[in-house]
């Protein structure tokens, strides 16, 4: 099992808001998603694979609920 992923400084990364991804419907933007950097959870929202994510935001658009968001560390 890999280390767990620690932002550096400064860094930016996708933060998915827990209320907004209501996990009801099928997450299109893990679909969209050009590195699979996102899974989809039935029970819970939609979480990020720091490592791979390359910040296209092609998940960020095709959000319904606008749950996606880039934050700086």
């Known amino acids: 099992m890999s ?3 620690v932002p550096k400084p400064g860094e930016r990364r996708l933060v998915i808001d827990p209320v907004l991804c209501t996990h009801d419907h099928p997450c299109i933007p893990a679909q ?7 899974t989809p959870h ?12 390359i910040l ?6 095709t959000c319904p ?9």
């Open 3 to 5: 280390e767990p992923y």
């Open 32 to 38: 969209v998603c050009p590195v699979s950097a996102l």
């Open 42 to 53: 039935p029970d819970g929202p939609t979480t990020v694979d720091h490592r791979s994510c």
């Open 65 to 73: 609920t606008g749950a996606i968001s880039i934050q700086t560390e």
């Open 56 to 61: 296209c935001r092609s998940c960020i658009k």
